[in-house]
């Protein structure tokens, strides 16, 4: 098991269960108990976990966080790039695609620029700056109005009536977290009533979500896990997660990334 994938099963345990135990660890996962303590000492390095003796526990992040676009886009960036050449192979040429804000959608627009003969449709200026810089020239961006966020989302109720009245084939959608129960959400309120216009204006909804959002449960819930056609995810996402996304999605693909890339924690 690469080191990353060991932290991140980690990682996914306390969540659940609140805290873990280096010497529970070291029989589960086979390694030593200076590796774990490694590990924990990774997962603690970034704000994850806080050690204690004998192990460690789960520091969650408050249900209204919202971390700033730059501060995203630097988190989980070969994670993020590996999704989103991944998603990019989902779209169709000629086709209308919504996406929506956040770092890892805006990798997904950098890698769309081949593509010809799109129209897309964003709330984010990051996604039709680069759209309008790399798309061909046959393709269209329709930025809809609204108030800007802190992860550069625009929102509010001019979004939301302009989506309202569009018909869309795919929507690529970023989140804050996904869990079992709460679903994709985000911790802003008025961000999560514009996502969910945009999903409702699609036929098909993909999910962009690096393994680090697994868990983590933003204050309001854009989708149901079964809403989602496609997640599309890296490896880094331990087994259990995946088990439990494959019983609720039509369809989890998961994008390899070489060990040692992209190790920090992320936001959408």
Known sequence: MLARQRQAMILEQARRTGAVRVSDLVT?????????RRDLDVLASRGLVEKVYGGATAVLGKSTDEPGFEAKSVQQRAQKEAIAELAATLVRPGTAIGISAGTTTWSLARALGPVAGLTVVTNSIRVADVLR?????????VLTGGVRTPSDALVGPIAVHSLRRLHLDVVFLGVH????????????????????????????LVVLADHTKWGIVGISTIADLHEADVVVTDDGLPEPARQVLSEHVRE???????????DSDGAD
């Open 28 to 36: 589960q996962l086979g390694v030593s108990d200076m590796t774990i």
């Open 133 to 141: 810089d790399s798309a061909q020239t046959d393709s269209s961006v």
């Open 177 to 204: 977290g996904m869990a079992e129960g709460p679903g994709f959400t985000t911790p802003n309120l008025t961000e999560s009533e514009t996502n969910r216009a945009l999903v409702e204006a699609g036929g098909r």
């Open 252 to 262: 989890l693909l998961i994008a390899p990334v070489e060990d040692g890339e992209g």
